[in-house]
């Protein structure tokens, strides 16, 4: 009985790393609903060389995907591009989506780190719970973009051929270093940018020498500062 037991564990823990090692899964058209077909085929969410879509959840709260590229900035291009398509499509049908439903785009590696997002969720669930303090309007559209500005690698290269089209930039940081100026640059491509906040956690900065930084890329947008005062996150604005 002991060694059916010992070899049932085995046969189970082989399962386990084959299954582990196997190819990843990713989602196809096919997973989308005949409801959200017309939408996924306008933004090319499956028809890019370079981009696949790791998880695709569409329930009655909103849209999840995971992205994940490949080959650098080619590939980073066509998410920035899938991002902005949905954008221009919620604006030319807007009665396609309700204007609360919650929609995220999160950018996975392959190594399953994230080193951004794009959402209009503004309940604070997904940790971001200051967004609504700027006062936005709901609507399906992206609202920001949350990067992670000291850790990832590709999304902070300044290239002339991305365009991200989002009201506001969260530049995040948990680690004690802090970005150098270049790590900055990639603000260009963000020139419909109205607000770019300040989300730096467990490291002391100089929030001018910061604020400097980005109106060198925008100089016309508000830049804020998260703050926790009184239990709860506040936006202070930089002067």
């Given amino acids: 009985m002991n060694k059916r037991v010992h070899l049932a564990g085995l046969l189970i823990l082989m399962l386990m790393i084959l299954t582990s090692c196997g190819p990843e899964h990713y989602a196809s058209k096919y997973d989308v609903g005949l409801e959200h077909e017309e939408w996924a085929n306008e933004i090319g969410l499956f028809s890019h060389e370079n981009l696949k879509v790791r998880e695709y959840e569409d329930e009655n709260a909103g849209i999840k995907l995971e992205l994940e590229y490949e080959n650098g900035l080619a590939g980073y291009k066509e998410l920035c591009d899938v ?9 030319e049908n807007p009665d396609y989506f309700p ?14 780190f994230s080193p951004s997002f794009f959402s209009n969720i503004s309940n604070g669930s997904n940790g971001i719970d200051y967004i609504s303090k700027l006062g936005k309007e709901d609507t399906a559209k992206v609202q920001y973009m949350y990067i992670d500005i000291a850790s990832a690698t590709t999304e902070i290269q300044k290239s002339d051929d991305i365009v991200i089209d989002v009201p506001a930039i969260i530049l995040g940081n948990d680690y004690r270093n802090i970005p150098n100026e270049n790590a900055y640059s990639f603000l260009s ?44 996150n506040h936006l202070e604005k930089c002067p």
């Avoid at 609360?100 to 392959?110: C, S």
């Fill in 83 to 91: 991002v902005n398509a949905h954008n221009k499509f919620v604006e």
């Fill in 99 to 112: 204007s609360d439903i919650n929609v995220t785009f999160t950018n996975k590696y392959a190594s399953e």
């Fill in 189 to 232: 491509e963000c020139k419909s940018a109205e607000q770019v906040i300040i989300d730096f956690h467990n490291v002391e900065y100089d929030r001018g020498e910061v604020s400097n930084c980005i109106r060198k890329y925008l100089p016309n947008a508000e830049i804020y500062s998260v703050e926790f005062n009184s239990g709860e």
